[in-house]
């Protein structure tokens, strides 16, 4: 093979430039970036010709260097964060994002975002005001408590608490409640970051409450109580309720703190789910501070949400730690459209996606997986395709334990393994994340949107999903 000849053949970048195709990236994409994709690519292709043999396949990558061109152009702004579907049947997948927030509710937010707001300003007076100010009325309003703020997420929350009201001195924690969290936030460890001291009382099965009226002295300055929200000691247990904790603590003159994990706002009973502790009842028991997660059970954005006695919230406002842990804007206006939801209890399950997920009907998630199947019925010479009964989780360490009633449409490739089967619904233009179960590709479809059911439908008739030749 002649490689001068080669080189030669490669068009001079000004001739490139003038090309209809190159000239229609540039109008989209701005000259710069494509200088940049024509130069990486015409470099790729002269060492491609310096190290080959073959002057077909050299000719081949001279005729689609405009492709090659356009391709990595595109590849520079394509994101890498994507929208994916979730088909896993898990309603609060931490590695999908937790909770889904209603595109009305972000629309909204995006309005206010991309313009000035009120964030830290109060318009009646002029004067500055505060970020917690948007949302603060409506928890007090839906949980009960005097006052309210938001931090940057739960792990946050219970940061700044124990440094605000016991840095230096003692906490009294039962030893069955020393959780560790996903993501390595364990108590003992957010205690000593705090700078607080853990005093462990009881053991891992049973606490009294003289356990923790022994372990009171002059160094104590609170009482936490820690939900096990991520798993369950059963058996010969016992436990002290938060009400006995707030008699313990008020003849000591000290407060007790809750921290309730997932922040449940309505009663899950009424829907057929397991009773989850709810903050209106932990205030109304008497707690000081609660604190709970924004996207766990509560279906709002990324927050840690504190309630409770007015006393205790200005400390914790006062403290240095809230100003590196303080919630953004985009937050702020998320969750006063969230908790504006739950002024109705109706509202709510109807409009936040977490909560309509979780309370959605067997029947009608079997409905869905019904009319999924149907879509892909046309698959069948590839693939067995049948309905299966499944369990959904709620996941976020919340509720563990507990299946929903649930409805998959079950694959089965003929000529590809089931792990090759959910690698390419992976590789797909909107990722479809399933599980396999007996070799089996399992869709459940309560964590499935009605558009996301013609989304998948859509890929698996454009795309070669069951075929053997298929080698992406
Ligand atoms: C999830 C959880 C946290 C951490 O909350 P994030 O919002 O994820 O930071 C802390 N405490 C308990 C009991 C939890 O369940």
Redesign the pocket.
């Given at each position: 093979m002649d490689r001068n000849a080669m080189y030669r053949r490669i068009p001079k970048v000004d001739i490139l430039l003038a090309d209809d195709d190159i000239q229609c990236l540039i109008e989209e994409y701005s000259r710069e970036v494509v200088m940049d994709a024509v130069r990486t690519q015409t470099d790729a292709l002269r060492r491609f010709i310096g190290r080959s043999e073959d002057e077909k396949s050299v000719q081949e990558r001279i005729d689609r260097l405009k492709c090659d061109i356009r391709r990595t152009v595109e590849q520079m702004y394509r994101p890498n964060m994507r929208r994916v579907i979730n088909a896993t049947g898990t309603v609060l997948h931490t590695n999908l994002g937790?909770a889904p927030l209603n595109p009305r509710h972000m629309q909204r937010a995006a309005e206010l975002i991309s313009g000035y707001s009120n964030l830290e300003y109060h318009l009646e007076s002029g004067v500055r005001g505060e970020r917690y100010a948007h949302f603060e009325k409506l928890l007090c309003k839906i949980t009960g408590a005097e006052a309210a703020m938001a931090v940057?997420?739960?792990?946050?929350?219970?940061l700044l608490i124990l440094n605000a009201l016991a840095h230096g001195g003692e906490v009294i924690v039962s030893r069955g409640e020393l959780?560790e969290?996903?993501?390595k936030?364990r108590?003992p460890d957010v205690m000593k970051q705090s700078n607080a001291i853990l005093r462990e009382v009881g053991t891992t099965n049973k606490t009294h409450p003289e356990d923790y009226e022994e372990a009171v002295t002059e160094e104590t300055k609170a009482i936490l109580k820690?939900?096990?929200?991520?798993y369950r000691i059963v058996g010969f247990t016992e436990s002290v309720g938060i009400e006995q904790l707030v008699s313990i603590a008020e003849k000591n003159g000290l407060p007790v703190i809750q921290?309730?994990?997932?922040g449940v706002l309505i009663n899950l009973e009424k829907y057929g789910l397991r009773h989850e502790p709810t903050v209106q009842e932990s205030v109304k028991k008497g707690a000081d501070l609660v604190?709970?997660?924004?996207?766990?059970l509560l279906g709002g954005p990324?927050?840690?949400i504190i309630v409770g006695k007015k006393k205790y919230i200005d400390m914790l406002k006062r403290n240095q730690l809230t100003r590196a842990l303080r919630i953004d804007k985009f937050t702020a206006a998320v969750l006063e459209l969230v908790l504006q939801e739950y002024l109705s209890e109706e509202n709510a399950v109807r409009n936040i996606p977490v909560l309509r997920m979780i309370t959605k009907p067997y029947a009608e998630v079997a409905e869905d997986a019904k009319c999924m199947l149907k879509q892909l019925e046309h698959k069948k010479n590839l693939a067995d395709i049948t309905l299966q009964p499944c369990e959904s989780q709620i996941g976020?360490?919340?509720l563990p334990l507990l299946g929903i009633a649930s409805m998959a449409v079950a694959i089965r490739p003929k000529e590809i393994s089931a792990g090759e089967l959910e690698r390419r619904l992976r590789h797909l233009p909107v990722p479809v994340i399933a599980r396999i179960v007996n070799d089996h590709v399992l869709l459940d479809m309560r964590t499935v949107g009605k558009d996301e059911m013609g989304q998948i439908a859509e890929q698996f008739a454009e795309h070669r999903v069951f075929e053997v030749s298929d080698n992406r």
């Amino acid at each position: 093979m002649d490689r001068n000849a080669m080189y030669r053949r490669i068009p001079k970048v000004d001739i490139l430039l003038a090309d209809d195709d190159i000239q229609c990236l540039i109008e989209e994409y701005s000259r710069e970036v494509v200088m940049d994709a024509v130069r990486t690519q015409t470099d790729a292709l002269r060492r491609f010709i310096g190290r080959s043999e073959d002057e077909k396949s050299v000719q081949e990558r001279i005729d689609r260097l405009k492709c090659d061109i356009r391709r990595t152009v595109e590849q520079m702004y394509r994101p890498n964060m994507r929208r994916v579907i979730n088909a896993t049947g898990t309603v609060l997948h931490t590695n999908l994002g937790r909770a889904p927030l209603n595109p009305r509710h972000m629309q909204r937010a995006a309005e206010l975002i991309s313009g000035y707001s009120n964030l830290e300003y109060h318009l009646e007076s002029g004067v500055r005001g505060e970020r917690y100010a948007h949302f603060e009325k409506l928890l007090c309003k839906i949980t009960g408590a005097e006052a309210a703020m938001a931090v940057n997420n739960n792990a946050s929350s219970v940061l700044l608490i124990l440094n605000a009201l016991a840095h230096g001195g003692e906490v009294i924690v039962s030893r069955g409640e020393l959780v560790e969290i996903g993501g390595k936030f364990r108590i003992p460890d957010v205690m000593k970051q705090s700078n607080a001291i853990l005093r462990e009382v009881g053991t891992t099965n049973k606490t009294h409450p003289e356990d923790y009226e022994e372990a009171v002295t002059e160094e104590t300055k609170a009482i936490l109580k820690v939900h096990t929200s991520n798993y369950r000691i059963v058996g010969f247990t016992e436990s002290v309720g938060i009400e006995q904790l707030v008699s313990i603590a008020e003849k000591n003159g000290l407060p007790v703190i809750q921290d309730l994990g997932s922040g449940v706002l309505i009663n899950l009973e009424k829907y057929g789910l397991r009773h989850e502790p709810t903050v209106q009842e932990s205030v109304k028991k008497g707690a000081d501070l609660v604190c709970f997660s924004g996207d766990k059970l509560l279906g709002g954005p990324q927050a840690g949400i504190i309630v409770g006695k007015k006393k205790y919230i200005d400390m914790l406002k006062r403290n240095q730690l809230t100003r590196a842990l303080r919630i953004d804007k985009f937050t702020a206006a998320v969750l006063e459209l969230v908790l504006q939801e739950y002024l109705s209890e109706e509202n709510a399950v109807r409009n936040i996606p977490v909560l309509r997920m979780i309370t959605k009907p067997y029947a009608e998630v079997a409905e869905d997986a019904k009319c999924m199947l149907k879509q892909l019925e046309h698959k069948k010479n590839l693939a067995d395709i049948t309905l299966q009964p499944c369990e959904s989780q709620i996941g976020g360490g919340s509720l563990p334990l507990l299946g929903i009633a649930s409805m998959a449409v079950a694959i089965r490739p003929k000529e590809i393994s089931a792990g090759e089967l959910e690698r390419r619904l992976r590789h797909l233009p909107v990722p479809v994340i399933a599980r396999i179960v007996n070799d089996h590709v399992l869709l459940d479809m309560r964590t499935v949107g009605k558009d996301e059911m013609g989304q998948i439908a859509e890929q698996f008739a454009e795309h070669r999903v069951f075929e053997v030749s298929d080698n992406r």
